[in-house]
Protein backbone atom coordinates (compact mmCIF):
# COMPACT_ATOMS: atom_id res chain seq x y z
CA UNK A 1 0.00 0.00 0.00
CA UNK A 2 1.46 3.78 -0.82
CA UNK A 3 0.42 6.95 -0.04
CA UNK A 4 1.48 10.30 -1.54
CA UNK A 5 0.89 13.62 0.12
CA UNK A 6 0.69 16.40 -2.64
CA UNK A 7 1.73 20.07 -2.88
CA UNK A 8 2.35 20.39 0.84
CA UNK A 9 5.00 22.53 2.74
CA UNK A 10 7.33 19.95 3.74
CA UNK A 11 9.64 20.37 7.12
CA UNK A 12 11.82 17.45 6.56
CA UNK A 13 13.52 18.00 10.05
CA UNK A 14 16.60 16.44 8.21
CA UNK A 15 19.49 17.24 9.13
CA UNK A 16 20.18 20.44 6.99
CA UNK A 17 16.46 20.84 8.75
CA UNK A 18 15.27 21.39 4.71
CA UNK A 19 11.81 22.92 4.12
CA UNK A 20 9.90 21.98 0.55
CA UNK A 21 7.53 24.41 -0.94
CA UNK A 22 4.73 22.98 -2.61
CA UNK A 23 6.10 19.41 -2.53
CA UNK A 24 4.97 15.67 -2.15
CA UNK A 25 6.00 13.11 0.06
CA UNK A 26 5.47 9.07 -1.28
CA UNK A 27 4.98 6.45 1.10
CA UNK A 28 4.88 2.90 0.50
CA UNK A 29 4.67 0.01 2.69
CA UNK A 30 5.72 1.42 6.09
CA UNK A 31 8.18 3.51 5.15
CA UNK A 32 9.12 7.05 3.46
CA UNK A 33 10.19 6.31 -0.41
CA UNK A 34 10.77 9.69 -1.66
CA UNK A 35 10.23 13.72 -0.50
CA UNK A 36 10.43 16.10 -3.80
CA UNK A 37 8.79 18.05 -6.09
CA UNK A 38 6.16 16.52 -8.63
CA UNK A 39 6.71 13.12 -7.77
CA UNK A 40 5.64 9.33 -9.38
CA UNK A 41 3.46 7.48 -7.65
CA UNK A 42 2.32 4.00 -8.36
CA UNK A 43 -1.40 3.80 -9.65
CA UNK A 44 -2.93 2.33 -6.55
CA UNK A 45 -1.70 5.37 -4.53
CA UNK A 46 -3.51 7.03 -2.22
CA UNK A 47 -2.99 10.50 -3.09
CA UNK A 48 -4.04 13.41 0.04
CA UNK A 49 -3.92 16.40 -1.15
CA UNK A 50 -1.88 18.68 1.09
CA UNK A 51 -2.44 22.17 -0.46
CA UNK A 52 -2.38 24.95 1.96
CA UNK A 53 -1.03 22.53 4.59
CA UNK A 54 2.29 21.37 6.76
CA UNK A 55 3.69 18.06 6.47
CA UNK A 56 6.10 17.46 9.16
CA UNK A 57 7.40 13.99 10.82
CA UNK A 58 4.62 12.34 14.07
CA UNK A 59 5.70 14.61 16.69
CA UNK A 60 7.19 12.19 19.66
CA UNK A 61 6.58 12.82 23.55
CA UNK A 62 9.10 11.20 25.92
CA UNK A 63 7.41 11.58 29.04
CA UNK A 64 4.00 10.98 29.59
CA UNK A 65 1.92 9.07 32.60
CA UNK A 66 -0.81 7.93 30.28
CA UNK A 67 -2.50 6.30 33.08
CA UNK A 68 -3.38 9.10 34.34
CA UNK A 69 -5.68 10.27 31.76
CA UNK A 70 -8.66 8.75 33.26
CA UNK A 71 -8.75 11.60 35.81
CA UNK A 72 -8.48 14.11 32.97
CA UNK A 73 -8.09 17.50 34.20
CA UNK A 74 -9.08 16.67 37.89
CA UNK A 75 -5.90 17.90 39.20
CA UNK A 76 -6.19 21.34 37.80
CA UNK A 77 -5.75 23.32 40.34
CA UNK A 78 -2.53 21.04 42.19
CA UNK A 79 0.70 21.82 43.08
CA UNK A 80 2.94 19.03 43.08
CA UNK A 81 2.70 18.24 46.70
CA UNK A 82 -1.09 18.00 46.18
CA UNK A 83 0.06 15.47 43.21
CA UNK A 84 2.50 13.60 45.17
CA UNK A 85 -0.57 13.12 48.01
CA UNK A 86 -3.23 12.02 45.43
CA UNK A 87 -1.39 9.44 43.50
CA UNK A 88 1.53 8.51 45.68
CA UNK A 89 0.40 8.14 49.32
CA UNK A 90 -3.47 8.18 48.84
CA UNK A 91 -5.38 7.07 45.80
CA UNK A 92 -2.99 5.91 43.53
CA UNK A 93 -2.99 1.95 45.11
CA UNK A 94 -6.54 2.09 44.52
CA UNK A 95 -6.39 1.88 40.51
CA UNK A 96 -7.10 -1.27 39.28
CA UNK A 97 -4.99 -3.03 36.39
CA UNK A 98 -8.74 -2.40 34.06
CA UNK A 99 -8.25 1.63 35.16
CA UNK A 100 -4.80 1.10 34.15
CA UNK A 101 -6.21 -0.01 31.07
CA UNK A 102 -9.19 2.75 30.74
CA UNK A 103 -6.18 5.75 31.06
CA UNK A 104 -3.66 4.26 28.47
CA UNK A 105 -6.34 3.52 26.12
CA UNK A 106 -7.70 7.22 26.11
CA UNK A 107 -4.38 8.71 25.89
CA UNK A 108 -3.00 6.81 23.28
CA UNK A 109 -6.13 7.46 21.02
CA UNK A 110 -5.64 10.86 22.36
CA UNK A 111 -1.86 10.86 21.05
CA UNK A 112 -2.53 9.99 17.46
CA UNK A 113 -5.14 12.32 17.33
CA UNK A 114 -3.26 15.28 18.19
CA UNK A 115 -0.42 13.82 16.05
CA UNK A 116 2.10 12.26 18.52
CA UNK A 117 2.87 9.14 16.91
CA UNK A 118 5.70 7.56 19.31
CA UNK A 119 5.02 8.30 23.10
CA UNK A 120 6.60 7.21 26.11
CA UNK A 121 3.75 5.80 28.53
CA UNK A 122 6.13 6.70 31.77
CA UNK A 123 4.10 3.90 33.66
CA UNK A 124 4.48 4.18 37.30
CA UNK A 125 0.75 2.85 38.05
CA UNK A 126 2.10 -0.61 37.51
CA UNK A 127 1.55 -2.50 41.16
CA UNK A 128 1.57 -5.85 39.80
CA UNK A 129 2.83 -7.52 36.66
CA UNK A 130 -1.25 -7.65 35.78
CA UNK A 131 -1.54 -3.93 35.60
CA UNK A 132 1.63 -3.77 33.44
CA UNK A 133 -0.08 -6.17 31.33
CA UNK A 134 -3.23 -4.21 31.06
CA UNK A 135 -1.14 -1.41 29.96
CA UNK A 136 0.49 -2.83 27.48
CA UNK A 137 -3.05 -4.43 26.07
CA UNK A 138 -4.02 -0.79 25.83
CA UNK A 139 -1.01 0.19 24.24
CA UNK A 140 -1.23 -2.51 21.85
CA UNK A 141 -4.85 -1.66 20.91
CA UNK A 142 -3.75 1.62 19.02
CA UNK A 143 -2.01 1.89 16.05
CA UNK A 144 0.63 4.60 17.45
CA UNK A 145 4.20 3.87 18.47
CA UNK A 146 4.72 3.45 22.12
CA UNK A 147 7.83 3.12 24.32
CA UNK A 148 6.80 1.81 27.71
CA UNK A 149 9.00 3.13 30.78
CA UNK A 150 7.71 0.64 33.67
CA UNK A 151 7.67 2.21 36.94
CA UNK A 152 5.99 1.30 40.52
CA UNK A 153 5.46 4.16 42.81
CA UNK A 154 3.96 1.76 45.40
CA UNK A 155 7.79 -0.41 45.90
CA UNK A 156 11.20 1.16 46.28
CA UNK A 157 12.79 0.30 42.88
CA UNK A 158 15.32 -1.85 44.19
CA UNK A 159 12.12 -4.36 45.01
CA UNK A 160 10.15 -4.27 42.01
CA UNK A 161 12.80 -4.13 39.07
CA UNK A 162 14.48 -7.43 41.18
CA UNK A 163 11.30 -9.03 41.45
CA UNK A 164 9.80 -12.78 39.64
CA UNK A 165 7.27 -10.98 38.53
CA UNK A 166 8.93 -8.12 36.58
CA UNK A 167 11.38 -10.96 34.84
CA UNK A 168 8.23 -12.76 34.17
CA UNK A 169 6.59 -9.51 32.32
CA UNK A 170 9.59 -8.69 30.82
CA UNK A 171 9.95 -11.90 28.93
CA UNK A 172 6.27 -12.55 28.33
CA UNK A 173 5.52 -8.89 26.89
CA UNK A 174 8.60 -6.95 25.88
CA UNK A 175 11.39 -9.48 25.10
CA UNK A 176 9.60 -10.26 22.15
CA UNK A 177 7.12 -7.55 22.38
CA UNK A 178 5.14 -5.34 19.64
CA UNK A 179 6.19 -2.00 21.60
CA UNK A 180 8.70 0.42 20.09
CA UNK A 181 10.87 0.48 23.29
CA UNK A 182 11.33 -0.03 26.47
CA UNK A 183 12.94 1.60 29.73
CA UNK A 184 12.89 1.59 33.45
CA UNK A 185 11.20 4.80 35.23
CA UNK A 186 12.44 5.47 38.66
CA UNK A 187 13.41 7.90 40.57
CA UNK A 188 16.46 8.86 42.77
CA UNK A 189 16.17 10.46 46.35
CA UNK A 190 19.65 11.30 47.12
CA UNK A 191 19.49 8.41 49.43
CA UNK A 192 23.70 8.24 50.12
CA UNK A 193 22.96 4.22 50.44
CA UNK A 194 22.14 4.69 47.22
CA UNK A 195 19.49 1.88 47.28
CA UNK A 196 18.72 2.33 43.55
CA UNK A 197 21.74 0.85 42.80
CA UNK A 198 19.84 -2.69 42.18
CA UNK A 199 17.66 -0.89 39.95
CA UNK A 200 20.29 0.58 37.26
CA UNK A 201 21.72 -2.78 37.81
CA UNK A 202 19.41 -4.86 36.16
CA UNK A 203 18.53 -2.52 33.33
CA UNK A 204 21.95 -2.58 32.56
CA UNK A 205 21.89 -6.53 32.86
CA UNK A 206 18.76 -6.13 30.32
CA UNK A 207 20.38 -3.57 28.34
CA UNK A 208 17.55 -0.70 28.07
CA UNK A 209 17.70 2.73 29.23
CA UNK A 210 16.31 4.30 32.52
CA UNK A 211 14.34 7.41 32.79
CA UNK A 212 14.03 9.25 35.80
CA UNK A 213 12.73 12.17 37.20
CA UNK A 214 15.71 14.63 37.91
CA UNK A 215 16.18 17.83 39.91
CA UNK A 216 12.46 18.36 40.72
CA UNK A 217 12.14 20.74 43.91
CA UNK A 218 12.18 19.56 46.95
CA UNK A 219 11.71 15.49 45.53
CA UNK A 220 15.11 15.12 43.56
CA UNK A 221 18.19 16.89 43.70
CA UNK A 222 22.33 16.73 42.78
CA UNK A 223 22.94 14.03 45.33
CA UNK A 224 20.88 11.79 42.93
CA UNK A 225 22.95 12.88 39.76
CA UNK A 226 25.79 12.58 41.28
CA UNK A 227 25.44 9.31 43.18
CA UNK A 228 24.58 8.14 39.44
CA UNK A 229 27.64 9.79 38.18
CA UNK A 230 29.96 8.07 40.47
CA UNK A 231 28.63 4.64 40.09
CA UNK A 232 28.45 5.12 36.28
CA UNK A 233 25.04 4.84 35.56
CA UNK A 234 24.87 8.06 33.83
CA UNK A 235 24.64 6.68 30.10
CA UNK A 236 23.98 8.31 26.68
CA UNK A 237 20.25 6.68 26.65
CA UNK A 238 19.58 8.39 30.36
CA UNK A 239 16.14 10.51 30.22
CA UNK A 240 16.26 13.43 32.73
CA UNK A 241 12.75 14.59 33.03
CA UNK A 242 12.59 17.73 34.53
CA UNK A 243 16.14 18.44 35.31
CA UNK A 244 14.69 21.83 36.51
CA UNK A 245 16.74 22.70 39.87
CA UNK A 246 20.30 21.39 39.58
CA UNK A 247 23.24 22.70 39.95
CA UNK A 248 25.54 23.68 36.84
CA UNK A 249 27.86 20.75 38.22
CA UNK A 250 24.95 18.41 37.70
CA UNK A 251 24.35 19.67 34.40
CA UNK A 252 27.86 19.26 33.28
CA UNK A 253 27.60 15.76 34.44
CA UNK A 254 24.73 14.88 32.09
CA UNK A 255 26.09 16.47 29.09
CA UNK A 256 29.24 14.56 29.73
CA UNK A 257 27.44 11.63 29.64
CA UNK A 258 25.81 11.65 26.47
CA UNK A 259 21.95 11.76 28.57
CA UNK A 260 19.29 14.32 27.43
CA UNK A 261 16.79 16.28 29.31
CA UNK A 262 12.85 15.72 28.89
CA UNK A 263 11.50 19.03 29.24
CA UNK A 264 7.39 19.24 30.43
CA UNK A 265 7.42 23.17 30.50
CA UNK A 266 3.23 22.99 31.40
CA UNK A 267 4.06 21.03 34.22
CA UNK A 268 7.23 22.82 35.56
CA UNK A 269 5.26 25.62 35.23
CA UNK A 270 2.56 24.83 37.36
CA UNK A 271 3.31 21.88 39.47
CA UNK A 272 6.63 23.83 40.91
CA UNK A 273 9.50 21.43 39.63
CA UNK A 274 11.78 24.33 39.14
CA UNK A 275 11.52 26.88 36.21
CA UNK A 276 11.51 25.29 32.50
CA UNK A 277 15.34 24.84 32.53
CA UNK A 278 15.49 24.96 28.55
CA UNK A 279 17.57 28.28 29.59
CA UNK A 280 19.96 25.98 31.27
CA UNK A 281 20.01 23.40 29.62
CA UNK A 282 21.06 25.15 25.89
CA UNK A 283 24.03 26.34 27.94
CA UNK A 284 25.02 23.50 28.80
CA UNK A 285 24.67 21.42 25.72
CA UNK A 286 22.46 19.47 26.82
CA UNK A 287 19.96 17.57 24.01
CA UNK A 288 16.13 18.53 24.97
CA UNK A 289 13.07 16.49 24.12
CA UNK A 290 9.46 17.57 25.14
CA UNK A 291 6.82 16.36 27.47
CA UNK A 292 3.28 17.15 28.50
CA UNK A 293 3.55 14.83 31.64
CA UNK A 294 0.10 14.18 32.98
CA UNK A 295 -3.04 14.78 31.92
CA UNK A 296 -4.60 15.33 35.35
CA UNK A 297 -4.16 18.70 35.27
CA UNK A 298 -2.78 19.16 30.91
CA UNK A 299 -3.96 17.72 27.69
CA UNK A 300 -1.14 15.31 25.38
CA UNK A 301 -1.03 18.35 23.33
CA UNK A 302 2.75 18.95 21.93
CA UNK A 303 1.73 21.84 20.16
CA UNK A 304 1.29 23.67 23.73
CA UNK A 305 4.53 21.70 24.92
CA UNK A 306 6.41 24.02 22.02
CA UNK A 307 4.60 27.07 22.68
CA UNK A 308 5.00 27.08 25.85
CA UNK A 309 8.61 26.09 26.15
CA UNK A 310 9.88 28.82 23.11
CA UNK A 311 7.58 31.41 25.63
CA UNK A 312 9.19 30.18 28.99
CA UNK A 313 12.64 30.40 27.74
CA UNK A 314 12.50 34.05 26.21
CA UNK A 315 10.14 34.74 29.11
CA UNK A 316 13.58 33.85 31.36
CA UNK A 317 15.70 36.01 29.21
CA UNK A 318 13.85 39.33 29.44
CA UNK A 319 13.36 39.01 33.36
CA UNK A 320 17.13 38.19 33.64
CA UNK A 321 17.66 40.98 31.14
CA UNK A 322 15.80 43.50 32.77
CA UNK A 323 17.27 42.57 36.36
CA UNK A 324 20.23 44.00 34.74
CA UNK A 325 18.61 47.06 33.48
CA UNK A 326 19.31 45.70 29.88
CA UNK A 327 16.91 44.44 26.91
CA UNK A 328 16.74 41.42 24.78
CA UNK A 329 17.86 42.14 21.45
CA UNK A 330 18.10 38.91 19.39
CA UNK A 331 15.88 35.80 21.19
CA UNK A 332 18.56 32.43 21.39
CA UNK A 333 15.60 29.96 21.35
CA UNK A 334 13.79 29.95 18.22
CA UNK A 335 10.55 28.21 17.01
CA UNK A 336 12.76 26.15 14.49
CA UNK A 337 14.44 24.70 17.56
CA UNK A 338 11.30 23.79 19.51
CA UNK A 339 9.74 22.12 16.44
CA UNK A 340 13.28 20.26 16.19
CA UNK A 341 12.57 19.09 19.90
CA UNK A 342 9.01 17.80 19.32
CA UNK A 343 10.27 15.98 16.64
CA UNK A 344 13.74 14.90 15.93
CA UNK A 345 14.51 15.95 19.28
CA UNK A 346 12.51 13.00 20.77
CA UNK A 347 13.72 10.43 18.24
CA UNK A 348 17.57 11.27 19.35
CA UNK A 349 16.56 10.90 23.56
CA UNK A 350 15.01 7.05 22.86
CA UNK A 351 17.50 5.80 20.41
CA UNK A 352 15.23 5.94 17.70
CA UNK A 353 17.04 8.52 15.40
CA UNK A 354 17.97 6.85 12.51
CA UNK A 355 13.55 5.09 12.42
CA UNK A 356 11.58 8.17 13.21
CA UNK A 357 11.23 12.36 13.40
CA UNK A 358 11.95 13.03 10.28
CA UNK A 359 10.94 13.09 6.77
CA UNK A 360 13.53 11.44 4.65
CA UNK A 361 13.43 8.42 2.63
CA UNK A 362 13.95 5.26 4.49
CA UNK A 363 12.91 6.63 7.52
CA UNK A 364 9.17 4.82 9.12
CA UNK A 365 6.81 6.82 7.41
CA UNK A 366 5.24 8.67 10.67
CA UNK A 367 3.89 11.79 8.77
CA UNK A 368 1.71 14.43 9.99
CA UNK A 369 -0.28 17.17 7.85
CA UNK A 370 -1.18 20.11 9.59
CA UNK A 371 -4.12 21.48 7.14
CA UNK A 372 -7.15 22.76 8.07
CA UNK A 373 -8.80 25.01 5.11
CA UNK A 374 -12.32 26.17 7.97
CA UNK A 375 -9.75 27.91 10.03
CA UNK A 376 -8.45 31.87 9.58
CA UNK A 377 -5.24 30.84 10.91
CA UNK A 378 -4.05 28.88 8.48
CA UNK A 379 -3.32 31.24 6.19
CA UNK A 380 -1.28 32.97 4.98
CA UNK A 381 1.84 30.29 6.03
CA UNK A 382 5.04 32.51 5.89
CA UNK A 383 7.89 31.00 8.72
CA UNK A 384 6.74 27.49 8.47
CA UNK A 385 8.00 27.01 11.99
CA UNK A 386 6.72 29.63 14.07
CA UNK A 387 3.59 28.64 12.02
CA UNK A 388 3.76 25.14 13.59
CA UNK A 389 4.93 26.35 17.46
CA UNK A 390 2.59 29.36 17.90
CA UNK A 391 -0.34 29.10 15.21
CA UNK A 392 -1.42 25.37 14.41
CA UNK A 393 -3.33 23.65 17.22
CA UNK A 394 -4.43 20.37 17.25
CA UNK A 395 -7.84 20.80 15.46
CA UNK A 396 -5.46 21.45 12.51
CA UNK A 397 -4.21 17.45 12.83
CA UNK A 398 -5.71 16.68 9.28
CA UNK A 399 -4.04 13.12 8.82
CA UNK A 400 -1.67 11.34 10.70
CA UNK A 401 0.77 8.23 9.47
CA UNK A 402 2.18 5.77 11.58
CA UNK A 403 4.57 3.24 9.82
CA UNK A 404 2.60 3.98 6.73
CA UNK A 405 -1.09 3.56 8.22
CA UNK A 406 -3.37 6.05 7.98
CA UNK A 407 -5.14 6.39 11.69
CA UNK A 408 -6.17 9.93 10.95
CA UNK A 409 -7.83 10.95 7.83
CA UNK A 410 -9.47 14.40 6.92
CA UNK A 411 -9.20 15.44 10.55
CA UNK A 412 -10.96 11.94 12.03
CA UNK A 413 -9.52 8.86 13.58
CA UNK A 414 -9.34 5.91 11.59
CA UNK A 415 -10.53 2.41 13.69
CA UNK A 416 -10.04 4.22 17.06
CA UNK A 417 -12.21 2.69 19.24
CA UNK A 418 -13.38 6.22 20.85
CA UNK A 419 -16.97 4.33 22.46
CA UNK A 420 -14.69 1.74 24.17
CA UNK A 421 -12.29 3.86 25.77
CA UNK A 422 -15.09 6.28 26.68
CA UNK A 423 -17.35 3.42 28.67
CA UNK A 424 -13.83 2.15 30.59
CA UNK A 425 -12.74 5.45 31.42
CA UNK A 426 -16.32 6.26 32.72
CA UNK A 427 -15.98 2.73 34.65
CA UNK A 428 -12.79 3.81 36.07
CA UNK A 429 -14.20 7.21 37.33
CA UNK A 430 -16.94 5.33 39.24
CA UNK A 431 -14.86 3.22 41.05
CA UNK A 432 -12.27 5.63 42.17
CA UNK A 433 -15.42 8.48 42.87
CA UNK A 434 -17.27 5.86 44.99
CA UNK A 435 -14.37 4.22 46.68
CA UNK A 436 -12.78 7.71 47.88
CA UNK A 437 -16.47 9.13 48.91
CA UNK A 438 -17.96 11.90 47.31
CA UNK A 439 -16.38 14.30 50.06
CA UNK A 440 -12.77 13.05 49.31
CA UNK A 441 -13.95 13.44 45.84
CA UNK A 442 -14.88 16.83 46.16
CA UNK A 443 -11.56 18.09 48.23
CA UNK A 444 -9.02 16.47 46.22
CA UNK A 445 -10.00 17.98 42.95
CA UNK A 446 -10.58 21.54 45.14
CA UNK A 447 -7.33 22.36 47.24
CA UNK A 448 -7.68 24.96 49.76
CA UNK A 449 -7.11 28.66 48.46
CA UNK A 450 -4.71 30.73 50.17
CA UNK A 451 -5.26 33.75 51.74
CA UNK A 452 -5.20 36.69 49.02
CA UNK A 453 -2.99 39.45 49.68
CA UNK A 454 -4.01 42.83 48.61
CA UNK A 455 -2.12 45.45 49.12
CA UNK A 456 -3.41 49.05 50.25
CA UNK A 457 -3.67 51.44 47.73
CA UNK A 458 -2.92 55.03 48.58
CA UNK A 459 -4.90 56.24 45.85
CA UNK A 460 -8.03 55.01 46.89
CA UNK A 461 -10.73 57.34 46.26
CA UNK A 462 -13.71 57.17 48.89
CA UNK A 463 -16.21 60.08 47.32
CA UNK A 464 -17.73 60.22 43.86
CA UNK A 465 -19.93 63.74 42.86
CA UNK A 466 -22.54 62.08 40.19
CA UNK A 467 -23.11 65.44 39.35
CA UNK A 468 -19.82 66.97 38.75
CA UNK A 469 -18.91 63.39 37.38
CA UNK A 470 -15.35 63.95 39.62
CA UNK A 471 -14.15 62.24 42.75
CA UNK A 472 -13.69 64.21 45.88
CA UNK A 473 -10.12 64.32 47.75
ZN1 LIG B 1 6.36 12.91 35.40
Given amino acids: MSVIFRNGLVLTMDDAHTVLPGADVLVVGDRIAEVGVGLTAPDDAEEIDATGGILMPGMIDTHRHMWQTAMRGYGADWTLSQYFVWYYLESGKLFRPEDVYAGNLL ?70 GKLAGFQLAFDVTGDPAFPEKAAFEVARELGVPVTTHAGVWGATNDDGIRLMYENGFMTPGTVYVHAATLSSDSYHRIAATGGSVSVSTESEQSAGQGYPPTWQLRKHGIPVSLSMDTSVWWS ?133 RETLGEEAWKRGMNPEVPPAELFDNPYQYTDYDAGSAQWKH
Fill in 107 to 176: SAIEAIDAGVTTTVDWSHGLQTPQHADAAVDALEAVPGRFVLAYGNIQQGPWEWTTSDGFRDFHRRRIAN
Fill in 300 to 432: GDLFSAMRTTLSADRSREHLEAHGKQETVTNHHLRAEHVVDWATRGGAKALGMDSEVGALTPGRLADVVLLRNDDSPVMFPILNAYGHVAFQAQRGDVHTVLVGGRVVKRDGKLVDADLATARAKVAATVDHL
